[in-house]
């Protein structure tokens, strides 16, 4: 299997900017998605990168660098209901699709 | 809403037994991916199918099982259930195979074995 590792909880205020990172260890990497799961809801999608480089959407931008197997989730402005699990994901060349998701960051969001 | 469908959304039973769950794509989705979430383990991939056809399968036990009929819509076969089976379903659905196209996820089926 391939290594992806995250932070397991990170906590900020509301109003802020928090940053999750996302290390990967794979050959054959097609792309790297983030996903924001809420308690026993479906994960949603948030953004994909497949070339170095930020994508920026809106209070979300994610970033990656493939030669590095690092990505990062930023969400600026933090709002209440940002509180969630987010999930980063990797894309293999020879999986047909199939995503290998890492253990998810809880991210807490105080007043 | 993602326009993936699942149902049940509960389903509660007993040790030993059988279930089935379902899932319709997002319309116009050929690709239709199942995924276990349980406390411990994440999100793991069991298995795809596109467009009726097995493409890949990933930790998915001998007692389970998967198919995809002609209307694209697909089902997950539980066998033998036991106690550790008890985790969420998620079913997501994507326009191709392969690893650019985003998968959307269904609301997933929370099976509860006693």
């Known amino acids: 299997g391939q290594n992806i590792d995250q932070p397991t909880e990170m906590t900020a205020t509301e109003g802020a900017i928090v940053q999750i990172n996302c290390t990967y260890q794979?050959?054959?990497?097609?792309?790297l998605f983030w996903y924001q799961q809420h308690a026993g809801e479906a994960p949603t999608f948030l953004s994909y990168?497949?070339?170095?480089g930020l994508e920026e959407k809106g209070r979300f931008s994610s970033f990656l660098s493939r030669s590095k197997g690092y990505s990062y989730l930023l969400l600026k402005e933090l709002q209440m209901k940002d509180s969630a699990s987010y999930l980063c994901?990797?894309?293999?060349?020879?999986?047909?699709?199939?995503?290998?998701f890492g253990a998810g960051t809880q991210v807490v969001v105080t007043p | 809403d993602s326009g993936v469908t699942q149902t049940p959304k509960h389903l509660i039973t007993a040790t030993g037994q059988r279930v089935t769950l379902r899932c319709s794509p997002r319309s116009g989705d050929l690709s239709v991916y199942w995924y276990q979430q349980s406390l411990d383990q994440g999100l793991q991939f069991l298995i795809q199918y596109y467009n009726g056809e097995e493409r890949a399968k990933g930790n998915i036990l001998e007692r389970f099982s998967a198919q995809q009929f002609p209307d694209l819509h697909s089902e997950l076969n539980l066998s033998s259930l036991e106690l550790g089976d008890s985790a969420l379903y998620f079913c997501?659905?994507?326009?191709?195979?392969?690893?650019?196209?985003?998968?959307?996820f269904g609301p997933g089926t929370r099976l509860t074995v006693l």
């Open positions: 997501a659905s994507s326009p191709r195979v392969g690893g650019t196209d985003t998968q959307y």
């Open positions: 994901a990797v894309s293999l060349t020879d999986s047909w699709g199939k995503l290998q």
């Open positions: 794979t050959s054959g990497f097609n792309g």
């Open positions: 990168n497949v070339l170095d």
